[in-house]
């Protein structure tokens, strides 16, 4: 069964907000040593890549202000080169890059949604 797109956008928001509760006020020295919340930030920062990658092309354009070659290559970073996952800068994509993301990804839902009626 596939996902809409606004299921994945919902996907995005919720898994960034997720992945912030988990890092909590860890840095990135702290997250090393601390695998669940490691772990689980992880988790949720593939799911916020693989749902941003699998957003058809023209939802993407909407929203140039996102770097999307960046997500996507994140989500390969953790998904298939997980030895090469940095975690100063997994720290500083959950700190600095996740809110502002949601932001977007929040006017992308609202565009539809108002494209919709």
Known sequence: ???ST??????????????????GDLDADALVA???PRDA???R???????ATRLPVEIQALA??????????MRNIIVHDYWQIDTGIVADTIANDLEPLTAAIGRLIAHIEHSSE
């Open 45 to 51: 920062l593939a799911v916020v890549c693989e749902a």
């Open 34 to 36: 601390a695998a669940g």
């Open 64 to 73: 140039p202000e996102i770097e999307w070659r960046k997500i996507r290559g």
């Open 1 to 3: 069964m596939s996902r």
């Open 6 to 23: 606004l299921d994945r956008l919902r996907d995005i928001i919720q898994s960034a907000e997720l992945a912030a509760q988990h890092m």
């Open 41 to 43: 930030a992880l988790f």
